[in-house]
């Protein structure tokens, strides 16, 4: 389907919102049929999420700033867990403890 243009999209906002939400879900759903069934069933949950923060949005501007809320503690958790995985990384790697029969290079320096 076509998009129609911004005029257009700006009538049904003003005049029309039930259509403008139509093209949305719409919209939405030929881009989630795009994808995989595990990714699909991922992406409704996600799109279930945005839908309930908007029904509770006392406006437009209340939802976006829902969503946009959504959107930045989603990423404050994925670097918290890449930062945890850093720090379990470190940790495996300072406790490599090397066989009987090798000889460190610096130890063997310092004790000469």
Known sequence: MEMPDFDTLKHWALAEPERLDA???QQIEALIAQVGPDQQRRLRGLQFRIDCQRRLARNN??????????MHESVHAMRRHIVHLQEASQE???EIVPPNNVIWLAERVKNK
Do not use: G, K, Y
Not at 61 to 70: E, F, H, K, Y
């Open 61 to 70: 501007l209340d939802s976006c700033i829902r969503i946009a809320n959504m």
């Open 23 to 25: 093209l949305l879900h």
């Open 92 to 94: 495996e790697s300072e």
